[in-house]
């Protein structure tokens, strides 16, 4: 069993940066973060292995997102620049053992959520 506790949300204006935080109880093979917009399904934004530091991003975060993480800490980022109105969502950090799967159906452990809300 892997719990993960995300961290760093918050109410930001558009252009702004923001680096979201999700500290983790184990180690699986692949770490990720979704989102899921209001009224809308939770979609993929970036994923990596632990080991090997391989990623993974949605078009729609290309460039401006940035996953990474701190072996020592346990710990994953998202680092979030130019951010949009757009990204507006609630942001869950999961962990899995498929390789750097974009499917909710490949991650076994979820985090509690972290809301993202960017102002126009």
């Known amino acids: 069993q892997v719990q993960l506790v995300e961290s760093g949300g918050g109410l930001v204006q558009a252009g702004d940066s923001l680096r979201l935080s999700c500290a983790a109880s184990?180690?699986?093979?692949?770490v990720a973060w979704f989102r899921r917009a209001p009224g809308k399904e939770r979609d993929f934004v970036a994923a990596?292995?632990?080991?090997?530091?391989?990623?993974s991003y949605a078009d729609s975060v290309k460039g401006r997102f940035t996953i990474s993480r701190d072996n020592a800490k346990n710990t994953l980022y998202l680092q979030m620049n130019s951010l949009k109105p757009e990204d507006t969502a609630v942001y869950y950090c999961?962990?899995?053992?498929?390789?750097?799967?974009?499917?909710?159906?490949?991650?076994?452990?979820w985090g509690q959520g972290t809301q993202v809300t960017v102002s126009s």
């Open positions: 184990g180690r699986t093979f692949t």
């Open positions: 999961a962990a899995g053992s498929s390789w750097l799967g974009r499917a909710k159906s490949d991650y076994d452990y």
């Open positions: 990596m292995t632990w080991s090997g530091g391989s990623t």
